[in-house]
């Protein structure tokens, strides 16, 4: 596949001094993920994951992100963002063009293993690929499966224009009876299975939902000629402010929040996608949309690709096992595996577990010997994103019932999991559990589980401090580290931590831990000037981060001042990097890497200095200004050096990768890193050592 880049488009654009616009650098991560799609080393039926994953990353995009900067552009349009000086219209422009790039991208990216799809027993058939004797099939499956499911509406006078929903594919229809011409639209129930089997025996052939509609749509205009149809779907702005004022108290949050996520579907338009690019119905939409032309996009085939997940079923086992990473669950130490109490386990020492090579069992088996033990008194924690089907929130409740005292700060402003946080909250305030919905207007991004454990008059704590959610889905998907620990002035913090959510104080000091909005970026920033302060001593400075993203221009400017000073930085950053390294006289010293592999790279590392010297953060929060001053996020001190080896160990192993890691170089391009001595890659190395650690009747 001949390789596009959308930086060689706009890199003059997107690009100023050390800086790159964050918008620019997202869409440069998001074409990280649809080269996985392309990239040989993973099994087929995963690079169609990464395709379609690549696609939904694209609807939030636009919904976020786009919806944002439209806001933005009608309310301030003089403004400029603080890095690059592009005014929201600007950045749209810009997005724009790259965007389209993406689509001619993926449309090759798919045609290419449609056909290794093909190659392997799998046909996804188009209109061109049906004999007659097929055709009818389709016609039957429609007409009896599809038909009955589909809305339908004609507009015309006597009709109001409809609202087209959010991210729902709808057919329009040039029709014509008796001399007057209306538009037909088929709205398309999302219930519908993707994929439709047609014939039997050992060949699959496979019509898309998408292909049914497009062929036999207008026999559902009884008594109208069809001149023209087309197939689109529209992505509406999700960027809906949640601030409230905190002194009503009338207000239910809950319903705020339900009615708010209730009007997404009803929000401006953002992007138009069309089947058909020549068809006169696009200006019918664009007009009746309100849109800017430059912001509809064609794809012939599918507005989104979510079916590519399902094809593992039309596959027998033997060619799943080929097609497909071998299975893995996260590992349990022989340890802890046979440890009569956990909470005896961590009083003894430190634990630290490593998703997804570790397995989050031991945090689940945590709380349930917490909602059993009478010795725990208190069980404290943070809810950002669950499992749809949770333990976690079944053991809060259980732990409540028993009796315990049980406080939950739940994030109802969690973007896309609203509902489902809506639901658990309910769920746990039945149960008896104190439900926090946050401090003030700061999202609460924190992740920290704080146990009490009352003996006699002796107070004593057991703290969960980790980088991801209390999510055992994902916890099998992302990467993310947790130390559980005993260590008691950590415990007074966590204590205090919920104590001051709960009265809306900010402003508190911690023993250990970091914690925004007040000390997370102040305590940051100073590890880094303790770094500058030794290199310009003559001295060794360095430091050594990971982080999803990067774009806290304080924070990217006091990177710059240590490479200046000769301070080594080496930076992993998965998604969106604002800095350019490399460039001499300003950032020379620092090196970024990222790796978008198997599993999303979630974890974030702060650590300042070597050896002995050495000062190590893992924290929830990324170094982005929503982070360090708009939420409540917590950075928790690696105390065990032991710990602090293994995660150093992590990040070097990542910084050696070979396979997946691409550098970002001083013109903005992120390219593969050059292959010195044997192919690594990162991830599957971890992969092994999980599995040759783990207890021999654990979960390996």
């Known amino acids: 596949m001949k390789e596009k880049n959308i930086a060689k488009k706009i890199e003059k654009r997107f690009l100023r001094d050390i800086y790159v616009n964050r918008e620019y650098s997202w869409l440069l991560f998001n074409q990280r993920v649809l080269d996985q799609a392309v990239d040989l080393s993973n099994p087929l039926l995963e690079r169609c994951k990464f395709l379609s994953i690549f696609t939904s990353n694209l609807d939030e995009f636009f919904m976020v992100r786009v919806g944002s900067l439209t806001n933005e552009a009608l309310a301030e349009p003089s403004e400029t963002e603080n890095k690059t000086k592009l005014t929201a219209a600007k950045q749209l422009d810009g997005i724009a063009g790259a965007v389209k790039t993406l689509y001619e991208v993926r449309s090759e990216c798919y045609s290419l293993l449609r056909k290794e799809l093909s190659d392997n027993g799998v046909r996804i058939l188009r209109a061109r690929d049906l004999t007659p004797r097929m055709a009818e099939e389709g016609r039957e499956i429609f007409l009896r499966h599809v038909l009955p499911l589909l809305s339908l509406m004609v507009l015309d006078a006597k009709h109001p224009l409809m609202q087209f929903e959010n991210k729902r594919s709808y057919m329009l229809c040039q029709l014509e009876k008796d001399g007057r011409r209306m538009v037909g639209v088929i709205g398309v129930n999302p219930s519908l299975d993707r994929l439709y089997r047609l014939g039997g025996g050992k060949k699959v052939r496979l019509i898309p939902l998408e292909e049914l509609i497009r062929i036999f749509g207008k026999l559902a205009f009884t008594g109208y000629t069809v001149s023209d149809q087309m197939m689109l779907r529209v992505t509406r702005n999700a960027d809906f402010d949640t601030a409230l004022d905190d002194t009503d108290l009338e207000r239910d949050f809950t319903e705020v929040m339900r009615r708010k996520v209730e009007s997404r579907a009803r929000l401006n338009a953002v992007r138009l996608e069309v089947d058909n690019e020549k068809s006169k119905l696009k200006e019918f939409a664009l007009r009746l949309l309100k849109l800017d032309p430059k912001f509809c996009y064609c794809d012939a085939r599918f507005f989104d690709y ?41 009083r003894s020492h430190d634990v630290f577990l490593s998703y997804p090579y570790d397995s989050m069992s031991p945090v689940v088996d945590l709380l349930e010997e917490c909602a059993k033990d009478p010795r725990v008194s208190s069980v404290m924690i943070t809810i950002y994103r669950l499992a749809h089907h949770s333990r976690i929130a079944e053991l809060l409740c259980r732990a409540s019932e028993n009796g315990k005292q049980v406080t939950v700060v739940i994030e109802l402003c969690a973007r896309f999991d609203e509902e489902n946080n809506l639901y658990f909250a309910e769920k746990l305030r039945e149960a008896g559990c104190t439900i926090i919905y946050g401090m003030e207007n700061y999202k609460v991004h924190s992740k920290i589980i704080s146990v009490v454990l009352k003996e006699g008059e002796e107070i004593s704590y057991i703290t969960h401090l980790g980088t991801g959610n209390y999510n055992e889905s994902t916890s099998r998907q992302y990467t993310d580290l947790n130390i559980l620990t005993a260590d008691p002035a950590v415990g007074r913090d966590a204590v205090a931590f919920f104590r001051n959510i709960a009265i809306c104080n900010t402003s508190f000091r911690y023993e250990r831990l970091l914690v925004a909005p007040t000390t997370l970026k102040s305590g940051l920033i100073a590890c880094i000037d303790r770094e500058i302060g030794k290199a310009k001593a003559g001295g060794e400075g360095y430091i050594l981060a990971k982080m999803n993203s990067l774009t806290d221009k304080e924070i990217i400017d006091k990177f710059a001042e240590a490479s200046r000073a000769g301070v080594k930085i080496e930076l992993i950053v998965r998604g969106i990097c604002c800095i350019l390294p490399g460039i001499p006289g300003k950032t020379e010293n620092i090196r970024v890497v990222s790796i978008v592999g198997r599993f999303l790279e979630h974890s974030r590392v702060y650590s300042f200095g070597k050896g002995e010297d050495r000062v190590m953060y893992i924290s929830s929060a990324d170094l982005m200004t929503r982070n360090t001053d708009k939420r409540v996020e917590i950075a928790a001190p690696v105390l065990d050096g032991g710990i602090a080896d293994k995660i150093e160990k992590f990040l070097k192993t990542m910084l050696s990768d070979n396979v997946k890691a691409r550098k970002l170089c001083a013109d903005g391009h992120y390219r593969k890193v050059e292959t010195l001595g044997a192919p690594l890659d990162a991830q599957a190395y971890f992969l092994k050592c999980a599995a040759a650690s783990a207890a021999p009747d654990g979960e390996a």
Do not use: D
């Not at 027998?316 to 349990?332: D, I, N």
């Open 306 to 346: 979510k079916f590519l997940f399902s094809l593992e079923a039309y596959f027998s086992p033997e060619q799943r096992a080929r097609l497909k990473y071998p299975p893995f669950k996260g590992a349990v130490s022989e340890e802890l595996a046979s440890a009569p109490s956990l909470i005896g386990t961590i």
